[in-house]
């Protein structure tokens, strides 16, 4: 995903589009990662992460290579729909192992796969960089990523850990009639809509943190881009520590005091008259956020390991649409209101998090020993 977006501007001119209709055609990305999210978290339920991640992997880089052969809106919004399909895939069936992996290794690492991927996107803008400067073609570098993430998928397939447990069999007042149809838990939605929250906030920084140093506090265009590099080098290093916290704190803790922080952070930088503060700002932001999604993801996955892979992808998905919907709606917002004003729409967000993150304090089927410290 990391090879994607360093190519957006290549492949938007090979396009011949309009940021604008660039615009609509992300949609179209968003769209098949949450449909792709609907239909393989059942899938991952019923045959297993293990059979399920090595597919989704081979889809989604597979998918990575179209883009760069796109030379109309047609063809991009095509390869776009595909490809956010496959990352959707990806994104539950992973999550769900991650939660398997987690449930047998006793204590949280959530976060520190999360931490992964944000190391995975940093290498990418090393790499774009390099084959950019080089003057690679897109589809040339895409294509060579997309054949790197078929070899990893290969390599760590075998690696997977298999489905725990098998089925129950059916009673005799049950046998040979349809399975009843399980319910998604009102828990399970109550944690998407904070995952939406959370994700929403993300998109937010992801989008308009460089363009409010830019134009709120008229800086540099090396210096705007700096609050970016800010905001997701803290998250980084936040996620990797994010982990130890949840095992001594636990994770309705690490939500609630983190929300609060990352609402703290971000009404400084939206509020700051000066760069240095504003950077710190930022920083201390993406530290906040750092750890919320990893324990939604968590608490999701282990509140029935039966319908782990259906539970991550209702929480995963409702995330994803929030990250869209960050920066979409801060855009008509800066109609009726000054840039740095309108970022108080995720603090607010972040207080109602920190508000409801009590909602992690309800007990799991599985435990972790990190969970003594939930009522903290």
């Known amino acids: 995903m990391g090879m994607w977006i360093v190519h957006i501007p290549s492949v938007e001119h090979r396009a011949g589009i309009s940021h604008a209709v660039l615009g609509w055609l992300l949609l179209l990305l968003g769209a098949g990662a949450f449909v792709g999210m609907q239909i393989v978290g059942p899938l991952t339920d019923r045959f297993g992460a293990r059979t399920v991640v090595p597919l989704s992997a081979a889809l989604c880089s597979v998918t990575l290579f179209l883009p760069g052969l796109a030379t109309h809106a047609w063809s991009l919004g095509s390869a776009l729909l595909l490809l956010g399909f496959g990352n959707g895939c990806l994104d539950v069936s992973m999550n769900a192992h991650a939660v398997q992996v987690e449930r047998d290794y006793r204590r949280p690492v959530m976060s520190a796969f999360h931490a992964t991927f944000s190391l995975g996107g940093v290498l990418a803008s090393l790499v774009g960089a390099r ?11 895409l294509g060579a990523a997309a054949l790197l993430s078929l070899a990893a998928a290969a390599l760590a397939a075998p690696a997977l850990l298999p489905t725990a447990g098998s089925p129950a069999p059916a009673s005799p007042a049950t046998d040979g009639a349809a399975p009843a149809r399980r319910t998604t838990p009102r828990r399970i939605w109550l944690l998407a809509v904070l995952a939406l929250m959370i994700m929403l906030c993300e998109g937010v920084a992801n989008d308009w943190s460089a363009l409010h140093l830019r ?4 800086a540099p ?4 881009a700096l609050a970016y590099g800010a905001f997701a080098t803290a998250m980084t290093v936040g996620r990797l520590l994010a982990d130890r916290a949840a095992g001594r704190l636990g994770p309705a803790a690490v939500l609630r005091y983190g929300a609060a922080t990352a609402a ?5 930088a939206a509020l700051s008259p000066w760069i240095p503060l504003a950077l710190a700002g930022w920083a201390v932001f993406g530290a906040g956020l750092s750890g919320c999604v990893p324990q939604l993801f968590s608490a999701a ?10 539970n991550v992808s209702r929480v995963a998905g409702l995330g994803y649409l929030g990250m869209l919907a960050g920066p ?7 109609r009726f209101a000054p840039l740095n004003l309108t970022l108080l729409l995720p603090v607010a967000c972040c207080l109602v998090a920190a508000a409801t993150a009590g909602i992690l304090r309800t007990r799991p089927t599985t435990t972790l020993p990190g969970d003594v410290g939930a009522a903290a």
């Open 131 to 141: 084959t950019l400067a080089w003057g690679w073609h897109p589809a040339a570098s």
């Open 215 to 218: 134009t709120v506090l008229d």
């Open 221 to 224: 265009a090396a210096t705007a």
């Open 264 to 268: 703290a952070g971000l009404t400084a």
């Open 301 to 310: 996955g282990h509140a029935d390991p039966d319908n782990a892979g259906t």
């Open 328 to 334: 979409a709606v801060i855009g008509p917002l800066t």
